[in-house]
C-alpha cells in the first residue's frame, strides 16, 4: 500500500513539473498575434526613396540647394575677410587659388595664421595638411617644425582665425 502512495504521489510530482512548462508555452492554445501600433507618419527629411544621397548640410549660404560651397567660394563671398588676409601672404597670392581644396574657410584661415606665425611656408603647410596622407592642423605643424608646441599653436591659430572671421562679419 505504502508502494502505491509513494508511486502516486511521484507520478502527479512527475506530471506536474512537465506540465507547468508546457502551459508557459500557451501550449494547446492557437499563439496570439503581437499587438501592432500603428507606424508614425514619416518625416520630411526621410521621405525621399532609399537609394537617394542627403544632401550635404552647410551653415553658410549655398548657391544651390544641396551644393556646398567651397573655402574658395566662401572666402570669395566674403571680401573683408579677403582683404584682412592678405597681409599673412607675400605680395600677388590670389587667396582663393590658396584656399583651394580646404574643407572649409575656417581651416584655410587657421592655416594662414599658423603659417604666418610660425614662419612656415604656406604652400608646405597646405601641401602636408592635403596629403596623402591628409593630416590636421596639429599634425601638419608637428611636422613641420617638430620643436614647436603644435597643439597649443593650432589652438591659437583657430582662436585667432574665429576672431578673424568674427571681425569680418560683423563689420559687413
Given at each position: 500500500?505504502?508502494?502505491?502512495?509513494?508511486?502516486?504521489?511521484?507520478?502527479?510530482?512527475?506530471?506536474?513539473?512537465?506540465?507547468?512548462?508546457?502551459?508557459?508555452?500557451?501550449?494547446?492554445?492557437?499563439?496570439s498575434?503581437?499587438?501592432?501600433?500603428?507606424?508614425?507618419?514619416?518625416?520630411?527629411e526621410?521621405?525621399?526613396?532609399?537609394?537617394?544621397?542627403?544632401?550635404?548640410?552647410?551653415?553658410?549660404?549655398?548657391?544651390?540647394?544641396?551644393?556646398?560651397?567651397?573655402?574658395?567660394?566662401?572666402?570669395?563671398?566674403?571680401?573683408?575677410?579677403?582683404?584682412?588676409?592678405?597681409?599673412?601672404?607675400?605680395?600677388?597670392?590670389?587667396?582663393?587659388?590658396?584656399?583651394d581644396?580646404?574643407?572649409?574657410?575656417?581651416?584655410?584661415?587657421?592655416?594662414?595664421?599658423?603659417?604666418?606665425?610660425?614662419?612656415?611656408?604656406?604652400?608646405?603647410?597646405?601641401?602636408?595638411m592635403?596629403?596623402?596622407?591628409?593630416?590636421?592642423?596639429?599634425?601638419?605643424?608637428?611636422?613641420?617644425?617638430?620643436?614647436?608646441?603644435?597643439?597649443?599653436?593650432?589652438?591659437?591659430?583657430?582662436?585667432?582665425?574665429?576672431?578673424?572671421?568674427?571681425?569680418?562679419?560683423?563689420?559687413?
Open positions: 500500500m505504502k508502494r502505491c502512495i509513494s508511486f502516486l504521489a511521484l507520478l502527479s510530482m512527475t506530471l506536474f513539473l512537465y506540465a507547468r512548462p508546457l502551459a508557459a508555452q500557451g501550449q494547446g492554445r492557437p499563439p498575434p503581437a499587438p501592432q501600433r500603428p507606424s508614425p507618419p514619416p518625416r520630411p526621410t521621405s525621399r526613396p532609399p537609394d537617394t544621397p542627403r544632401a550635404p548640410e552647410s551653415k553658410g549660404k549655398p548657391e544651390q540647394a544641396g551644393e556646398r560651397r567651397t573655402a574658395s567660394q566662401q572666402l570669395a563671398a566674403n571680401p573683408k575677410l579677403s582683404e584682412r588676409l592678405k597681409g599673412l601672404f607675400p605680395e600677388g597670392t590670389d587667396l582663393q587659388l590658396a584656399a581644396g580646404f574643407r572649409n574657410v575656417g581651416l584655410f584661415v587657421a592655416a594662414a595664421r599658423v603659417s604666418h606665425n610660425l614662419n612656415i611656408p604656406f604652400d608646405q603647410l597646405k601641401s602636408t592635403m596629403g596623402p596622407p591628409e593630416k590636421n592642423l596639429g599634425a601638419a605643424i608637428h611636422e613641420l617644425k617638430p620643436d614647436a608646441d603644435a597643439k597649443a599653436e593650432a589652438r591659437k591659430a583657430e582662436k585667432q582665425a574665429k576672431k578673424d572671421m568674427d571681425d569680418s562679419r560683423r563689420s559687413e
